[in-house]
Each structure stands twice: as C-alpha cells, then as structure tokens.
C-alpha cells in the first residue's frame, strides 16, 4: 500500500526548532519527488519545499534560509529541518509525493507545528 505519513510536529516558541518527518512505503524515494505544503487557517496551502529525485531543492520566498529539506534513501523517509521558527509559521505541514512515473500524488495526514510568541 502506498502511503506518506507525518511526524514530529509540536509547539515551540519562536526562535526554535523542530524537525519534521515523512515516512513513505509501498514506494522509493528514488522514483519520487517529495515536499511540504502547509496550511494554516483561514489561509490558502501554501507550499514550502521539495526535493526532486535527482536531489535538488527549492524553497518558498517565506522559508528560505530557515528551512532545509533533505532525504534518506535507505529510511525512505523526508525531512524537513525548521530553524528560527516564526508565529507565521504556524499550520497543519502536509508532506506529499509526486510519482512521475505513474502520473500520481500521494498524501499524508498532515502534523500540526504551533509556534508561540
């Protein structure tokens, strides 16, 4: 069964850090490419990052230089290291994965990430 599934969301005060993870069966990473929207409400999703099979990276305006994705093949798993963490950075982070392949996008339930003033 092929899935995506969040971990490590929390609440933290501004300036902190937490790192996010997405865990991916019934496929490798190597034939996908991974990343993060957010959805905070009363906002529109919002993406943040991905990492595409060949290993580059790309970042929204708002995260660049405090976000970091990266992967490990041998987990199958993403990863989304947030550093100086902003209130604005408050929502429900959803990873998702674009099999090109098979023209599909898988996603995950979402963390809730809550960052205090």
């Known amino acids: 069964q092929v899935q995506v599934a969040e971990s490590g969301g929390g609440l933290v005060q501004a300036g902190g850090s937490l790192r996010l993870s997405c865990s991916a069966s019934?496929?490798?990473?190597?034939?996908?490419?991974m990343g993060w929207y957010r959805q905070a409400p009363g906002r529109q999703r919002e993406w943040v990052a991905h990492?595409?099979?060949?290993?580059?990276?790309h970042y929204a305006d708002s995260v660049k230089g405090r976000f970091t994705i990266s992967k490990d093949n041998a987990k199958n798993t993403v990863y989304l290291q947030m550093n100086s963490l902003k209130p604005e950075d408050t929502a429900v982070y959803l990873c998702?994965?674009?099999?090109?392949?098979?023209?599909?996008?898988?996603w995950g339930q979402g963390t809730q990430v809550t960052v205090s003033s």
């Open positions: 019934g496929f490798t990473l190597n034939s996908a490419h």
């Open positions: 998702y994965a674009t099999v090109p392949s098979i023209a599909t996008n898988y």
């Open positions: 990492i595409i099979i060949g290993a580059s990276t």
